[in-house]
């Protein structure tokens, strides 16, 4: 077993995980506990996000806590899983093992939630059991008799409405208590087992009360999950082995033998502490009628559809607001510059390619926050996973679940935070299937490509046919995604369909605080973006489209672009992009995008000599709707416009996702397959747009 080498660190402040099942309320009891003293890392060695935050105990004293994956068990069935499972028994290299667990239960659905209890009450840590959401559960006729589950428990229960704070004042004194006390009672194993986990116990090199539990863990793991675990001494496999064979000729199964014990514990416990009153004559809970309509075949569909066009339709009316500012503070900021420093290459660098590049992106940053709140507001209230449920008749047909759309529908945001949310599906070759169709999910950065295109195309058109064509985007990509989804599940990854369990919680009122806490994250990683990347990447491309500059002082600004190292970059690859209607200037914008797709516009504004370009610029627009080409004829046709759209909805999004991809697969050849892949689905659509509408007689 590996140790901890972080185990002698002299940081003396109390560490706390905080865990529990998915939608049992732990992000929203971190937000509360933390507020904004939160940082969000990653794993040593893995991809699974790391979040840790600081808050102060009632008596004032400093404590860390920490926010591990969502889990059902202990006994792992995903990358997520097993980190929350290694970090309780202290084998995460950077990260010591916890002095005190904080284990959050739904209270309306506590019996399923105390089996993960139950393997907390098994690890030698103490253990605090946050009983959350006990309003919901009172709601639903149920009344809990907390003091009983106390001394059933023997460990401290606290209940909770960590969507107001109620609670948090008696969970910080009991988080508090010195020394905290260890558990007294758990679910009772066969003696014939407990014999063998004390006799494995002793052969492990781990403290005692650690050396149980994992003892515990690995008599009741089947072979292949034992090869997942950090067994690798021979010896001792040998040991489990034979502890294995004993227990079957007594007529024990080791795998079922704890798990039938826990549910046996949690069954009674729940029989003696939950009693049901006032319940309605139908039986039928708020969420129960809710679901009627939300889940329909038929009304399920249409809300779907409903909420996504509202989104879109505040996409482009609330956000235009603050756009407005944004757009007017960049371009007094590019006057200012140029009122202070001489004219000059200087001058063009700051006013064009510095403020100008990063204000085009910048802009849009009021759009993306308006997604982030809608998406908020789909995962708190718990109509997420009503989406993945409905999706899952529709998915199961090209060979996943619904619990693969979560990861899909958190791309429309950013792939990357949508792939790393696969980790969650246990079957690999589902995750991996998940990974490589993600990306074809419209993200944010699409967003100003889109509205510029739409713009160009159709100037007088009004928000609601903006949204629609917006929408009709979005489910072209959804819809790729499910083709190729398909593709790969009866080829490179042929598997079996596997049947949907996803937990369906209880409707809540969305957490406010919560939605603009993550809103305010997002916004932060796109400004840290917008000052590295993107500002690093406007300075390059002003350099190339400026450099070298023409001999001739009486050059046009079309011939000066062409002469330059991006314009020659344009009009190399234009052979290959020409079927697809494009010029060589949008070539350089196709090539700049490539590292971040927001990137076109702020590159279109430069291409075209427009200061402070962005997607709702209306000299922007107007040189591109007037640019010609050598034949008179115009560039950007509306079916010009819409393949492009089709283009950037179905080609690879960025070189940040490409990485992800990597990390996430730990191959640089599942990440090449998906940039090829992608890349010719990508031309190929955008090929049959045009040509198919030339041969069909549009413009």
């Known amino acids: 077993m590996a140790k901890n080498p972080a185990a002698n660190s002299k940081e003396t402040f109390r560490r706390v995980a905080i865990a529990g099942n998915p939608n049992a309320g732990k992000t929203t009891l971190f937000n509360l506990l933390t507020g904004m003293r939160q940082k969000v890392g990653n794993y040593p060695g893995v991809t699974v996000e790391k979040k840790t935050g600081r808050f102060f105990g009632s008596h004032g004293e400093q404590m860390e806590l920490i926010d591990l994956p969502g889990s059902y068990s202990l006994q792992v069935r995903s990358p997520d899983e097993a980190v929350a499972r290694d970090l309780l028994l202290g084998r995460i290299a950077d990260t ?387 083709c190729m989804a398909w593709v790969f599940k009866k080829t490179l990854l042929k598997s079996e369909t596997p049947m949907l369990l996803l937990e369906l919680p209880p409707y809540r009122k969305p957490v406010l605080r919560g939605i603009a806490q993550r809103m305010w994250e997002r916004a932060l990683i796109f400004l840290r973006r917008a000052g590295t990347v993107i500002l690093a990447l406007s300075i390059i491309l002003w350099a190339l489209l400026t450099y070298p500059k023409s001999a001739n002082p009486e050059a046009s600004e079309s011939e000066k672009l062409e002469q330059s190292i991006g314009g020659r970059m344009g009009r190399t690859i234009e052979p290959v992009i020409a079927p697809l209607g494009y010029d060589w200037k949008i070539g350089i914008g196709l090539v700049a995008s490539f590292a971040a797709r927001e990137v076109f516009v702020s590159t279109m504004g430069q291409i075209y000599n427009i200061e402070d370009a962005d997607e709702e610029s209306a000299p922007l627009r107007e040189n591109m709707a007037n640019e010609k080409r050598s034949d008179g004829t115009p560039i950007f046709t509306p079916l010009v416009c819409i393949s492009l759209m089709v283009f950037y909805v179905l080609a690879m999004q960025c070189i940040s996702t490409v990485a992800i991809v990597r990390r996430e697969t730990n191959s640089w050849g599942w990440a090449l397959f998906q940039i090829l892949y992608m890349t010719v689905l990508a031309w190929v659509g955008a090929f049959v747009t045009y040509q198919g509408g030339k041969l069909l007689g549009f413009q």
């Open 96 to 482: 010591p093992r916890p002095d005190v667990i904080v284990a959050v239960v739904d209270a309306s659905n506590l019996g399923r939630h105390l089996y993960l209890v139950a393997q907390m009450l098994e690890l030698g840590l103490p253990v605090i059991v946050v009983l959350n959401m006990v309003d919901m559960a009172e709601k639903q006729g149920l009344v809990m008799d907390v003091m009983a589950l106390r001394e059933k428990l023997g460990v401290p229960v606290i209940p909770m409405v960590a969507t107001n704070g109620k609670g948090l004042i008696e969970l910080k004194q009991a988080l508090s208590r010195t020394p905290l006390s260890k558990p007294e009672h758990g679910a009772q194993l066969p003696i014939v087992f407990e014999r063998e986990v004390v006799a494995i116990a002793k052969k492990l090199p781990d403290a005692p009360e650690i050396a149980r539990a994992e003892a515990l863990l690995l008599l009741s793991l089947d072979d292949a999950a034992l090869d997942d675990s950090l067994v690798q001494n021979p010896s001792l496999r040998a040991e489990i082995a034979q502890a294995k064979q004993r227990l079957a000729i007594g007529g024990i199964d080791s795998l079922a033998a704890p798990v039938d014990a826990r549910y046996d514990w949690v069954a009674q416990i729940c029989s003696e502490v939950i009693h049901r009153r006032g319940e309605d004559t139908d039986g039928l809970t708020p969420s129960d009628r809710l679901d009627m309509v939300l889940t329909h075949k038929v009304w399920g569909w249409l809300a779907f559809i409903g909420m996504m066009t509202l989104m879109f339709f505040c996409i482009f009316t609330i956000a235009s607001y603050p756009m407005d500012w944004i757009d007017g503070g960049m371009s007094a900021l590019a006057d200012w510059a140029k009122t202070k420093i001489p004219e000059g290459d200087l001058q063009s660098l700051v006013a064009d390619g510095i403020i100008g590049g990063v204000g085009g992106v910048i802009i849009f940053l009021p759009q993306i926050l308006t997604l982030f709140f809608f998406l908020g507001l789909l995962e708190d209230s718990g109509y997420m996973a009503r989406a993945a449920f409905l999706m899952d008749r529709l998915m199961s047909r090209v060979g996943l679940h619904g619990k693969s759309f979560i990861p899909l529908l958190s791309s429309f945001a950013c792939a990357i935070p949508g792939i790393m949310a696969a980790r969650t599906i246990e079957n690999r070759k589902d995750r991996l299937v998940t990974v490589l169709v993600a990306p074809l999910m419209s993200c944010s950065a699409r967003l100003p490509v889109y509205i510029l295109l739409i713009a160009v195309m159709l100037p007088a058109a009004s928000a609601w046919i903006r949204a629609g064509i917006m929408l009709i985007m979005y489910m072209l990509g959804l819809i790729a995604a499910f």
